[in-house]
């Protein structure tokens, strides 16, 4: 019974990972078209970085109980995800973003996650 609390706590099972590589995909594209700076080269990319985004924020989340959320956790939590933008860029080719489009993107993700539902934030 105990376990079973302890997982649904997590929030984090594979529909709920699903729904936010979706939000995320969508919100990119709004990002990548409202910032300067940040250039996604095609879908596949865009879909990669929402899905090591995801992963990165999921992993964050495990590891240190953080919410990674840009308005979630204050100052941190928005340098935590505009670290996280930046971090994907070098992981993914195609996906090209600086430390000044990062912090303007983790703002306007931040916004845009106000306005979704709780259980479908970005980061």
Known sequence: ?????????????IGHFITRVIVSAIVLAIVAFLTPGFTINGIW?????????????????????????????????????????????YIVSGFRVGIISALIAALLIGVIDSFLPSGKKVM
């Open 45 to 89: 990319t865009l879909l990669i970085a929402a899905v090591v985004i995801a992963g990165l924020d999921y992993l964050i989340q495990k590891f240190t109980g953080f919410n990674a959320s840009p308005f979630g956790r204050g100052l941190t939590g928005f340098i935590v995800s505009a670290a996280i933008i930046y971090l994907t860029s």
């Open 1 to 13: 019974m105990e376990d079973r609390r302890r997982n649904d706590n997590d929030g984090f099972g």
